[in-house]
């Protein structure tokens, strides 16, 4: 695809190629821009333009009308996100060729009214995988689908990652967001087999409040186009208003930033590229308002798919292209809401909070989301409560502050029914993402305008730090356990293999209080060096004692060796594998040749959400899969012996939401679930925040907020039905009553009133750590992830008595 798409940038006078940067395999990540000759000419005042409508500051309505007449809109088009989702990159190659060589008069409006920006695959790498192996299985026995995460860490869950922007893929999204500021932003993607033949909006309900009223009126306004034009087109078999709401930040980026969001789902074909033939026509066979004509054919094939998304295309382009006056007014609209709103007046983080990375993460965040930050010089009062100099205030009167409310501010989701009286309506996705409860930190909402002295940052740097004086020969360095960007530091410490202790009480040096948790290092130069150049890019302060504390404590164990349980496209050790990379950890993913000797290979295992005792002992089956694959293969009762013999032998394990359920399987753990069965009507939580109970003082939550909330996305939460079978402590669990929901939303909270969530076990001679809740959430939740590195790296560890950990293990 890319030397075609490099030669219709070579050859037309339409289009202009352009590499934005490679991808996280080493893949060209590429952009087509597309209109006539005269308007890439005159591309840099196009730009500009869109650049003055969406900040509209200092610019009267009458000029704003002008530049209106003036500019052009831009449509932004992407496909390919979803790389099994394939006939939308195909329907990509046509609608270039198109573009760049149909002389009609219908293609030269279009280009004179509009830029289109397209983005022919979001996911190059997966499209590489997904299409080698399609190749390589033809003509065999084996599954023609590709296995495997088809993005290296994401997977399908690529296009949740436009709040965290984790990805380098989601940050070259949002630069080309960022640059062109696009009226419209079409989504194109694939679904099931048995969907509407192709899904555009409107969308079910609700949608973020935080979305401006135009903006979603204007997205229903293109998808009812192209659900016109493809009835008039004969095409049968459309639906929308069903399944896909617009609530979830975490897949629309765009309509904060002044761009409707247009998802398309396009029914999938058999085996990806193969005629889907039924026994009947296929699909629902019953109309609605919102499902006009019923398809009427027994086949589907890539042909009709690609047929069909291009159509929704040429029809979402007609649907601005004839109407850019108001396209391009509105956008100054829904821009000059934003910057003149009263209230609520800013959102101010507050100087020297316990943990520096959790600031810093989100302050990242909101740099790359093009949301102004600026910095107080001086203290302030704000709200009737005063603030340190160096504190950071989030105007909510600038263009894109939409996107920072969102993220900070607490959800309150809709009570949806399916019918009254009924279950509840699903939601798409999550319906929680209120920042300072996912990383840890203080935001507080100032409803009324405040006086302050504040600089506009460029760039967003950890809080300076000191490094101290070195301790003598009977002190250490102490780093707190309050970051969890320690786990940064702890890696590098490993790596280097410079020794690590962790103190097992609190303990006080020179008027100051450690908590449980608290890392220490004996003085060595390579330490000192190490920990100057750590805090300095973490912002976390390193101390020094004058004597080591007389209390209990751990030694790490050096180059503690961690083991990731990853079944073939299992999000989420994928992006445990993310995480583990950005942080340094050393980890290898288990494969089926390590169950022979697992004490040999690994110190601690981890067992993510999705891991099953099936996706263990079954796993890939030899006669679907080439022998690539043999490393995911099957590992029989056999190997699921092994792994129990691993953990009563001395290792360690820690499992997390349904990785739980298969730790109970494992070695019948005495716990039944608290929750009731059967109708969501009882009990539903489908992506929240809920309150809990820590014990900081268990070293599974070292470091943790006492009251810190946990994530939950249709996890489980329990009841202990014995104390007899194992030792067994409670790390955390929820309140015995009151509102168990912190955002988002919950049905039937009291049924997790006293239940427990985190629990540390004694079994045989080894360690092993349950969590009912997802802890490790699309590297979402990292307060409460730090949790599983807290267990990973304690378990192995050498426990000290009070004399021994005062001598440092000597």
């Known amino acids: 695809m890319v030397p075609y798409f490099e030669l219709i940038g070579a050859r037309s006078d339409r289009v202009r190629y352009q590499e934005i940067g490679k991808t996280t395999r080493g893949n060209p990540y590429v952009l087509l821009t597309i209109s006539s000759p005269k308007n890439l000419a005159d591309l840099d005042r196009l730009v500009a333009t869109n650049a003055r409508l969406a900040d ?23 496909a390919g996100i979803h790389s099994t989702e394939v006939g939308n990159s195909q329907a990509a190659i046509e ?3 198109r573009l760049a060589t149909e002389r009609s008069d219908y293609i030269e409006k279009i280009l004179d009214n509009l830029v289109i920006l397209l983005q022919p695959c979001q996911n190059p790498d997966g499209l590489v995988l997904v299409n080698d192996y399609f190749a390589a299985t033809a003509g065999t026995d084996y599954s023609r689908v590709y296995p495997d995460l088809y993005n290296k860490y994401t997977g399908h869950d690529d296009n949740r990652d436009w709040i965290m922007l984790t990805q380098i893929e989601s940050r070259y999204n949002v630069s080309i967001l960022n640059k062109y500021r696009p009226q419209v932003f079409q989504d194109s993607h694939g679904a099931g087999a048995s969907a509407p033949r192709l899904f555009t909006p409107p969308y079910l ?18 998808g009812l186009a192209m659900q016109r034009g493809m009835t008039v087109a004969g095409m049968k078999g459309n639906g929308w208003g069903s399944e896909y709401d617009y609530w979830s930040p975490s897949r629309q980026y765009c309509v904060y930033h002044g761009a409707v969001r247009i998802l398309t789902e396009a029914a999938a074909a058999a085996n990806l590229a193969y005629p889907q033939v039924g026994k009947g026509p296929l699909g629902q066979q019953t109309t609605d308002i919102n499902f006009i004509e019923p398809y009427d054919s027994d086949t589907w094939k890539l042909r009709n798919i690609v047929d069909w998304v291009s159509q929704a295309f040429y029809s979402g382009l007609e649907a601005v292209a004839y109407d850019t006056y108001n396209w391009l007014y509105n956008s100054y609209r829904v821009a000059a809401k934003a910057v003149t709103r009263t209230s609520p007046y800013a959102y101010v983080i507050p100087a020297g909070q316990r943990d520096p990375q959790a600031v810093h993460d989100a302050l990242e965040i909101f740099r790359l989301g093009a949301v102004e930050i600026r910095q107080a010089q001086a203290a302030f009062t704000a709200g009737g409560k005063k603030y340190p100099a160096g504190s950071y205030v989030i105007y909510l009167q600038q263009p894109y502050a939409a996107f920072a409310k969102t993220l900070l501010e607490v959800q309150e989701y809709p009570q949806l029914l399916q019918y009254p009286g009924g279950p509840p309506q699903r939601p798409y996705d999550t319906t929680a993402q209120t920042l300072p409860m996912l990383l840890g930190f203080e935001a507080d909402l100032i409803e009324s305008s405040f006086p302050a002295d504040t600089r506009l940052l460029s760039s967003v740097k950890p809080p300076a730090v000191a490094t101290p004086s070195a301790p003598p020969s009977t002190g250490a360095y102490a780093i707190g356990p309050e970051s969890y960007g320690v786990f940064r530091i702890v890696a590098a410490l490993q790596k280097q293999k410079i020794p690590t ?20 290092v004996p003085p060595s130069p390579g330490a000192r060096q190490l920990l100057e150049t750590q805090s300095k890019n973490t912002g976390i302060p390193v101390s020094a004692l004058s004597t080591v504390p007389a209390v209990a404590g751990v030694q790490l164990k050096p180059g503690t060796r961690i083991g990731l349980l990853k079944p073939p496209d299992n999000m989420p050790s994928g992006w445990l594998m993310w995480t583990f990379e950005q942080y340094g950890v ?5 494969e089926a040749s390590d169950y022979a000797d697992l004490a040999g290979t690994y110190d601690a295992i981890i067992m993510p959400e999705g891991v099953s005792k099936d996706s263990i002992v079954e796993g890939l089956d030899p006669k679907d899969y080439p022998p690539d694959w043999a490393w995911a293969f099957g590992i029989g009762t ?3 012996n092994r792994l129990h013999d691993f953990v009563t032998g001395g290792g360690t394990l820690v499992a997390y939401g349904s990785g739980t359920a298969t730790a109970r399987s494992l070695f019948d753990l005495p716990l039944t679930s608290a929750l009731p069965g059967g109708s969501s009507s009882d009990f539903y939580c489908p992506g929240s925040l809920l309150s809990q109970e820590f014990d900081t003082g268990n070293p599974a939550a070292w470091g943790v907020p006492a009251d810190n909330p946990v994530w939950f996305v249709a996890d489980d939460a329990y009841k202990i039905t014995s104390t007899s079978t194992y030792p067994v402590d409670v790390v955390a669990r929820y309140p015995d009553s009151g509102d168990q929901l912190k955002s988002g939303w919950l049905i039937g909270g009291e049924h997790l009133n006293g239940a427990v969530n985190g629990l540390s076990w004694t079994i045989g001679k080894g360690y092993v750590v349950t969590f009912g809740n997802e802890i490790g959430f699309r590297t979402w939740n990292r307060s409460e992830q730090r949790m599983l590195f807290n267990a990973a790296y304690y378990g192995p560890s050498t426990k000290l008595t009070a004399d021994r950990f005062q001598r440092l293990g000597r």
């Open 95 to 97: 609608w270039a060729h």
């Open 205 to 222: 309900s609700p949608y973020d409040p935080n979305i401006d009223p135009i903006l979603v009126q204007q997205t229903d306004t293109v």
């Open 586 to 590: 050393e980890y290898s993913v288990v």
């Open 638 to 640: 056999t190997g699921w």
């Open 56 to 78: 509209p500051r200092g610019l009267s309505e009458a000029d704003a009308k002008k530049l209106a007449t003036e500019g052009k809109p831009f449509y932004y088009v992407q």
């Open 501 to 520: 202790f962790r103190a097992a009480a609190p303990f006080t040096d020179g008027g100051r209080t450690f908590p449980a948790g608290t890392f220490l």
